[in-house]
C-alpha cells in the first residue's frame, strides 16, 4: 500500500477512503495511526473486528500508548455510565435494541456537552471508525459530534453495508456520509488474494462490477477460481463442510443462527457454531439457573446442555428418573459422577454445584458433540469466577464476561467455524464455504459472504447462476 495514501489519511481533519474488501482497509488504518501525532481512538463495531483492528495494528509495531480500540457502542456505554445525569441515563446495560437506540442519542447528547468534551481532548488526538458503512444514523450522528472535537478519518464500503436489517427505522444513507467525510482516496489492489489466490480476487472484482450493476453472478463461469456445487438437499451442505475436516481457517456460512447450530451439531464437534457478543441466552440461562433451586433449577441445566449439546439422553432419563423418585444405582463411572452431581444440585442452593454438575455432563461416556461450544464454555467460565460475595447475580457476572469480550475483541480459536455474515463481515479465513449461496437475499450479504476466504472458496447454490437487485447505496441516486 502506498504510504502517501496513509500519510495523507493520517493528516486530514474529516476524511473517507473507500476500499472493497480484502484491500487493506484495516492495514490503512494500522498504517495511518502509526503516521499520526498523539493517541489515536478507534472505533469499530464488532468484538471480532476489534481483534482484527488491534492484530493488524500490533504487527506495524505500534504500541498500546499510541492508541485504543473498542467498539462505537463501548465507546457511547462508557461515557453516558461515566456521565449518567448529563447524559439522561439510567439503566445499567441496554437490554434490547430499542434501549440501544436511546443509549446512542443520550451519548449524542453527552459529546455535544463541555465536560464530556474535555475528557475525550485529553484522552485522544483524534479518530479512526472502521467500517463506517455498518453505522446506523445514531451512530452516524454520534461520530459527527466527536468529528468536531478532533480529526476524524473513516473508511467503508457500501457495498458491505449489511447492519442495515438490524436497524430498519435507524438508517444514514451512504450519501449523506459522503456530505460529512469527503472521499480522499479508494482502494483497488486485492491484497487478500494478491499472494494467495489471484485468479479468485479477479473474479471477486468481477463480481463486485456484476453486483453493482445489477446483473447476473455466475458461479461455474469463474475458470477454476471457485468450486461450485449443486445443492439439492441438507446433506450436501454436511458432505461438504466433512470435506473440509482437514482444512484449518475454514468459514462455513449460513444465513441464519439456528441453522448454523444445527449443522455445527451434526458435523461431530468438527465446526463451531460462532455466538453474537450480547449471547442473551447464556444471559436467560444464568438468570434461570440462580432464581431456581432444588428439582427446577436440576431441570434448568438439563434444558441448558440439551440446547448446547447433542447426545444428552441419559442426562435426560437419569432427570425423569429422579423428578419420579425412582431408585437408580448407576455401575459406570461417569454414571456414578453424573447421578451423584445431579443429587448434589437438587439438594444444595450454591451455585457451585452447577459447576461441578457441568464438569460431570462434559465427561459422560456416551456419545454427544457441541452444537452450541461457545454457549456451553460461557456459562462454565461464569460459574467458576463467578463470587456469592460479590453482590452481584450471576446474570450480571455473564454479562460482565461478555462485556469483557465487547470491550477486548474476541479471538476466533477455533479451526472451523460456521457462522452469519453478521458475525463474520470484516474477517479473513483460509477457506471460505458459502452454504446456500440463493440465502443471501441482497447484493450487499452476497458480497460479504463471498470475499471472506483467502485461499479458496466454494459455493453451495441450487442453480449456478444468480441475479441480485443494485446495491441499496446506488438506489440512493
Known amino acids: 500500500m502506498p504510504n502517501d495514501i496513509a500519510r495523507d489519511f493520517a493528516r486530514c481533519e474529516r476524511g473517507l477512503v473507500v476500499g472493497p474488501a480484502g484491500c487493506g482497509k484495516t492495514h490503512l488504518i494500522a498504517k495511518a495511526v502509526g503516521l499520526a501525532e498523539g493517541k489515536q481512538l478507534v472505533l469499530t463495531h464488532t468484538h471480532a473486528g476489534v481483534h482484527a483492528l488491534r492484530t493488524k495494528i500490533c504487527e ?15 465507546l457511547a456505554l462508557c461515557f453516558v455510565r461515566a456521565f449518567p445525569h448529563l447524559a ?12 440501544w437506540t436511546a443509549l446512542r442519542v443520550a451519548a449524542c447528547r453527552l459529546f455535544r456537552c463541555r465536560a464530556p468534551r474535555r475528557v475525550l481532548r485529553a ?14 444514523g445514531t451512530q452516524h450522528a454520534m461520530i459527527e459530534a466527536i468529528a468536531e472535537i478532533f480529526p476524524c478519518r473513516i473508511v467503508g464500503d457500501p457495498l458491505q453495508a449489511i447492519y442495515s436489517e438490524l436497524h430498519e427505522r435507524d438508517i444514514v444513507k451512504w450519501s449523506e456520509v459522503k456530505r460529512t467525510f469527503s472521499v480522499i482516496g479508494e482502494l483497488t489492489v486485492p491484497y487478500r488474494w494478491l499472494k494467495t489466490n489471484p485468479e479468485l480476487g479477479e473474479w471477486l472484482a468481477d463480481v463486485r462490477f456484476r453486483l453493482m450493476k445489477g446483473c447476473e453472478v455466475d458461479f461455474t463461469n469463474s475458470c477454476g477460481a471457485v468450486n461450485w456445487i ?13 470435506k473440509t475436516y482437514n482444512k484449518e481457517g475454514v468459514i462455513a456460512i449460513c444465513k441464519w443462527h439456528n441453522q448454523c447450530v444445527d449443522i455445527a451439531a451434526k458435523t461431530k464437534n468438527h465446526f463451531s457454531a460462532l455466538e453474537s457478543v450480547e449471547c442473551s441466552d447464556l444471559l436467560k440461562a444464568a438468570e434461570s439457573i440462580e432464581n431456581s433451586t432444588g428439582i427446577n433449577r436440576l431441570e434448568c441445566i ?32 461417569d454414571k456414578v459422577r453424573l447421578w451423584s452431581a445431579m443429587q448434589a444440585v437438587a439438594k444444595s442452593t450454591e451455585l457451585r454445584e452447577v459447576t461441578d454438575l457441568m464438569s460431570a455432563i462434559d465427561n459422560i461416556s456416551d456419545s454427544h458433540y457441541f452444537k452450541r461450544r461457545e454457549l ?27 462485556d469483557y469480550v465487547r470491550r477486548n475483541g474476541r479471538r476466533v480459536l477455533s479451526h472451523r467455524v460456521i457462522a452469519t455474515p453478521l458475525l463474520i463481515k ?24 463471498l470475499t471472506r476466504g483467502a485461499l479458496s472458496l466454494t459455493v453451495l447454490s441450487s442453480t449456478p447462476r ?12
Open 302 to 333: 438439563v434444558d441448558f446442555a440439551r440446547k448446547c449439546l447433542t447426545g444428552m439422553t441419559a442426562l435426560t432419563n437419569l432427570f425423569d428418573r429422579m423428578k419420579k423418585g425412582a431408585a437408580y444405582s448407576p455401575h459406570s463411572p
Open 60 to 74: 506495524n509495531d505500534i504500541t498500546s500508548a499510541q492508541y485504543r480500540v473498542t467498539t462505537i457502542d463501548s
Open 466 to 477: 444468480v441475479e441480485r437487485t443494485i446495491p441499496a447505496y446506488l438506489q440512493e441516486i
Open 123 to 136: 484522552s485522544y488526538a483524534g479518530i479512526f471508525v472502521d467500517e463506517y458503512q455498518d453505522c446506523c
Open 376 to 402: 456451553w464454555q460461557e456459562m462454565s467460565r461464569t460459574l467458576q469466577y463467578y463470587d456469592p460475595g460479590s453482590g452481584i447475580t450471576l446474570r450480571e457476572a455473564a454479562w460482565r464476561r461478555r
Open 88 to 99: 439522561g441515563w439510567a439503566s445499567d446495560y441496554p437490554s434490547d435494541d430499542e434501549e
Open 426 to 449: 470484516g474477517l479473513e479465513f483460509h477457506h471460505a464455504l458459502l452454504l446456500d449461496a440463493s440465502q443471501m437475499k441482497s447484493a450487499e450479504e452476497l458480497y460479504v459472504a
Open 230 to 242: 449443486q445443492f439439492t438437499d441438507e446433506r450436501v451442505k454436511i458432505s461438504s463442510c466433512q
